[in-house]
């Protein structure tokens, strides 16, 4: 750090200059003293070269997990239970260096935290920059940065599905809660006979039992695509249809239709899927 406080000059034509910034080149005449009092228009710098900035996080990939049952007390009007289980990164700043006053994060999803390790969840899957900035007793500043991976899956157990000819039948949809930026979505639907007819291995071959799949692209509260990735009559009592989606990179939500059209009943359907995020 450098201070110039007072300078004497003398001398004939004598010109006085400092180490600092300053507006006008002073001229004296021979055998004329004076006292300049100078002062800088910067603050002195401090230079800390020891001071960094240094991230430790427990893992850089995480998964959410998302389940949800409807239950229904035979009025037709299902409740959803849903239990959400994010997953907690522990960060800390401890190995970072230099004279220290303060430890800043941004977890890049609207959120700070102040202090040298704490710990944070995403509500919403999908790729997020950490940033840890540090500052010392000068005002000095470092920063070091960290991506994190937020993965989703989910598991949802749809109410009893009945066939679209039916007075009573309902929709037997299933939201992927796809994000932007999601590049994989893989997973499967699983449906049963419910046991309260005729089973699926008994019945003639016009009346086996039947079940479509289709996927369904939207765009707000919109459907924009849709494909039908299943539409197959079988005589047996379970059947699991997979299915996968390499989605667009355009931030719109995948559902998932199920539907039958024989009048026998499929009981609790079961979905469950796995969404990758870059």
């Known amino acids: 750090m450098i201070f110039v406080a007072l300078l004497l000059v003398s001398g004939s034509g004598a010109y006085a200059y400092t180490e600092g910034v300053f507006d006008d080149i ?5 055998d004329e003293d004076e006292i300049i009092d100078s002062v800088p228009d910067e603050k002195p710098v401090v230079i800390e070269n020891d001071l960094a900035a240094f991230i430790s996080v427990s893992a850089n990939v995480g998964t959410n997990f998302y389940s949800m049952e ?42 700070t935290f102040y202090g040298v390790e704490g710990e944070h969840s995403y ?32 598991y949802v157990i749809s109410d009893n599905m009945e066939c679209t000819c039916a007075p009573t039948a309902k929709v037997t949809q299933i939201d992927l809660k796809i994000e932007e930026n999601a590049v994989n979505i893989f997973g499967e639907t699983t449906v049963t006979h419910d046991g309260s007819s005729e089973d ?41 249809v997979p299915f996968s989606i390499s989605p667009m990179d355009n931030g719109n939500n995948y559902k998932i239709l199920l539907e039958t059209d024989q009048i026998r009943d499929w009981h609790k359907p079961n979905t469950e899927w796995f969404v990758e995020y870059e």
């Not at 007390?73 to 970072?96: C, L, P, R």
């Not at 007793?137 to 989910?154: K, L, R, W």
């Open 26 to 30: 002073l001229e004296f005449n021979e």
């Open 70 to 111: 409807e239950v229904d007390d035979g009025d037709n009007n299902e409740v959803e239970e849903i239990v959400w289980n994010n997953f907690s990164f522990q960060f800390d700043g401890k190995q970072s260096s230099g004279k220290i006053d303060n430890y800043t994060w941004n977890f890049g999803d609207g959120n």
């Open 123 to 154: 509500e919403l899957p999908g790729k997020y920059m950490v940033t840890l900035t540090v500052i010392s007793p000068s005002g000095n500043t470092a920063s070091n940065q960290t991506e994190i991976t937020v993965n989703f899956d989910g």
């Open 200 to 240: 699926c291995t008994q019945r003639l071959a016009i009346q086996q039992c039947h079940l479509r799949v289709t996927i369904q692209e939207y765009s707000g509260g919109s459907v924009v695509s849709e494909e039908i990735i299943f539409d197959e009559t079988f005589a047996t009592n379970t059947k699991t």
